[in-house]
């Protein structure tokens, strides 16, 4: 009598509380037959989000909700006034989706989705707005909010989707914005004015061709280039415009702008101490300045260790940024804009044919590299920047209205990028991670230069955020903007690259074709360029024997079949974490080392004044 009594009252409380309480699951994957591409998502992401957590430690500054409304299947709009107010307990999970659907006027049904043991379920319940609802989860302790409808709204027939975002500031990118400041005001702002001597240097009007080296000023930043002007000219935009709005673009800019002193400080010193041996080959790079320059400090011990992180560091995002991002984006834009079928839509059949083609010319070093590189990048660059102008100019009314809300955004954002802070951190962290000033990457490349002054690569060095950040990046965010595709947020979050094609067909129905070619240089020219960043780490780790260079390029291939099956979210983690890790030594390094860069600088600048160099024409 007792037990159906205590039934009868459960099952009275569970009445009042919500009208129907739902757990059921959607996808098991241990049960279903799963693909190769779906095999290493599984075994990858996990240990690609663990890296992504440690290298990007960040500082919470505050949680806001976000709301968007539904408007059709797959598609949604974000709405800065949502017609809800919601309460939730402290451990209320941030960044996950929440689905509010309307049932009448004093209910609706609330829709959660999480991941359990590999099986995903859906919790749905049918709730009273005003009363409390409790989500049990595998997450550890149950969470709970309240829905209310908010007094004097209208009637509610869309659905909405809502999530808790904590607005976050990583470390590694107040060390990045810091390190750019400070070059600037330390060179006097070299950025600037050494921006025309960076012109006549590279077009050759101070170059003497029996200088030591391997490469000429244009050859070594055509190459640096090709690692830099990539899908995160793209694909990087596209997601920072996609989290951040419009206003993310005016932060890549600035990013850009400040970076051109970092890369002139780094790629100065990449020449300075760089290891020519006896057959002529060049060794450059942080690896190099930060052992044998802080040697020279006193701090032998530190700068062995700091080279050797360092040297760690860009094997992995050799691997990662260098290789996973640009294929995984290449075969996502080939496999749904050229017409292709059977094999060539799974990811590791891609993987394979263009990990032919990048064998091809890794296998005879930065010579060949740079020969591949100074032809086509030019042409990609060409390519692209063409079909982008052709869609400005047909939209060529909406251009000021996008540059006003790149500028009005950039201070007064969307509350969906979670403010100002939000907005700024979307805009630093992809143009860092398209143009790489700070990172040190690119003076692996310009190592490898015919020069005796250092500083005279480091003037060319400058002008690589120019070109990838304020022009290639400008350029893709305003085609976004005015073609009005930056509203399709969700899309740019999961596949950066289809909103940069959408943008693309919109105009003109085959233009993404010209995208995709587009897409499949800058990838091919990207990875070329990081194999040979990664294989001179990898020299300095394990010697210069033939075993290191094949096992290194070996590895480097695999990953490339590894990149095109997985999912774009744990490539852009693994990605971002490895490559700004190599921020952390060899930013520290600059500034130990930025008197030295100075004297070069006054030293390079003298011989020209004085006629020591000679301006050829």
Request: aromatic share 12%.
């Amino acid at each position: 009598m007792i037990l159906r009594i205590t039934t009868l009252l459960l099952m009275l409380q569970f009445s009042l509380q919500s009208y129907a309480t739902e757990i059921r699951l959607l996808k098991s994957e241990n049960s279903d037959e799963v693909s190769i591409d779906e095999r290493i998502n599984k075994k990858v992401e996990p240990i690609s989000k663990r890296v992504s957590d440690i290298i990007f430690y960040s500082f919470s500054l505050k949680k806001q909700l976000e709301f968007d409304e539904i408007i059709s299947e797959g598609e949604s709009r974000y709405r800065s006034e949502a017609p809800y107010s919601i309460e939730y307990s402290d451990n209320f999970p941030t960044d996950e989706e929440f689905l509010i659907e309307p049932y009448d006027a004093e209910s609706f049904v609330l829709i959660y989705r999480f991941e359990k043991d590999g099986k995903l379920y859906e919790f749905s319940t049918r709730s009273r707005f005003g009363e409390q609802i409790e989500i049990e989860t595998d997450k550890g302790e149950p969470f709970f909010l309240t829905i209310n409808k908010k007094e004097g709204a209208a009637a509610v027939n869309a659905a909405y989707k809502f999530k808790l975002k904590a607005v976050k500031v990583p470390f590694v990118l107040i060390w990045l914005i810091l390190g750019a400041i400070i070059f600037t005001l330390y060179f006097k702002f070299i950025n600037i004015k050494g921006f025309k001597l960076a012109i006549d240097v590279v077009s050759g009007r101070y170059t003497d061709p029996k200088e030591k080296g391997e490469v000429s000023h244009f050859q070594a930043l055509t190459a640096a280039l090709s690692g830099t002007v990539g899908l995160g000219n793209i694909a990087g935009v596209a997601i920072a415009i996609g989290i951040g709005g419009p206003g993310a673009t005016f932060w890549m800019i600035m990013a850009g702008l400040l970076g051109m002193s970092s890369k002139f400080t780094e790629c100065t010193l990449g020449v300075k101490y760089r290891d020519i041996d006896y057959n002529g080959t060049v060794h450059g790079g942080p690896m190099y300045y930060l052992s044998r320059g802080l040697k020279e400090k006193g701090w032998g011990r530190l700068g062995k260790v700091l080279a050797a992180f360092f040297a760690i560091m860009t094997v992995g995002g050799s691997l990662g940024g260098g290789n996973m991002f640009q294929v995984n984006q290449a075969f996502k834009q080939f496999s749904t804009t050229l017409p292709v079928g059977g094999a060539l839509q799974q990811g590791w059949v891609f993987g394979i044919l263009l990990a032919i083609l990048v064998a091809l010319v890794i296998i005879g070093g930065i010579k060949s590299i740079a020969r591949v590189t100074e032809k086509i990048v030019p042409l990609m660059v060409v390519i692209y920047v063409l079909g982008a102008l052709v869609i400005l100019f047909t939209h060529y009314s909406a251009v000021p209205h996008a540059f006003g809300l790149i500028f009005s955004e950039a201070w007064g954002p969307k509350a969906v990028a979670g403010g100002f802070v939000g907005v700024l951190i979307q805009g630093f962290r992809r143009a860092a991670f398209s143009n790489e000033a700070g990172i040190g990457s690119a003076s692996i490349a310009h190592a490898a230069v015919k020069t005796e002054n250092p500083a005279s690569e480091g003037i060319v060095a400058l002008l690589e955020p120019f070109i990838d950040t304020i022009v290639v990046c400008t350029i893709t965010a305003l085609v976004i903007i005015v073609t009005g595709s930056y509203l399709n947020a969700d899309i740019a979050a999961t596949e950066g690259i289809q909103l940069t094609s959408m943008a693309f067909k919109s105009v003109i129905s085959w233009f993404d074709i010209v995208l995709a070619i587009s897409v499949i240089f800058f990838a091919f020219s990207t990875m070329i360029s990081w194999s040979y960043y990664g294989l001179q780490s990898w020299k300095y780790l394990f010697g210069r024997s033939r075993a290191a260079d094949l096992s290194y390029k070996f590895m480097f291939l695999v990953f490339i079949v590894v990149g095109a099956a997985m999912n774009l979210g744990p490539v852009v983690d693994f990605s971002d974490a490895m490559i700004f890790a190599m921020a952390f030594p060899n930013i520290l390094g600059l500034y130990i080392l930025m008197p030295e860069v100075r004297k070069s600088l006054a030293d390079y600048l003298n011989k020209i004044k004085t006629g020591e160099i000679i301006k050829r024409w």
